[in-house]
């Protein structure tokens, strides 16, 4: 991974923080060591695509989601502009909860 993607453990680590996950749990999820999970986290290590295919798939989004989240956040630090980076990070979070909502009503009907 090059450009725009050299913390992308930073993304992960909000996200598993925000979706309420502690890290050891995140680990079996993601069938990998605590440690390696903290080394991706703290941007050590960059994980492989099939990490990301299972954190998107534990977070219910797409990979690319989680790209974009990680450009965006190298952006506004390059820029000294994290408020920018947690507004458009709350609409997405935001958008996949209100998604996942009409989902679930849908299912009740």
Do not use: W
Not at 5 to 34: E, F, N, Q
Not at 72 to 87: G, M, R, S, V
Request: glycine content about 4%.
């Amino acid at each position: 991974m090059k450009g725009g993607l050299k913390m992308i453990g930073d993304i992960l680590k909000k996200t598993r923080s925000i979706y309420g996950y502690k890290a050891k749990d995140m680990s079996i999820k993601l069938d990998i060591s605590p440690s390696y999970l903290s080394e991706i986290e703290t941007n050590k290590k960059r994980p492989s695509l099939d990490i990301l295919e299972r954190y998107a798939e534990i977070f219910n989004m797409k990979v690319s989601t989680l790209i974009l989240l990680s450009e965006d956040h190298d952006e506004a630090i390059k820029t000294n502009k994290p408020q920018e980076f947690i507004k458009r990070m709350m609409i997405k979070l935001i958008d996949v909860m209100s998604k996942d909502e009409v989902k679930s009503n849908g299912k009740n009907s």
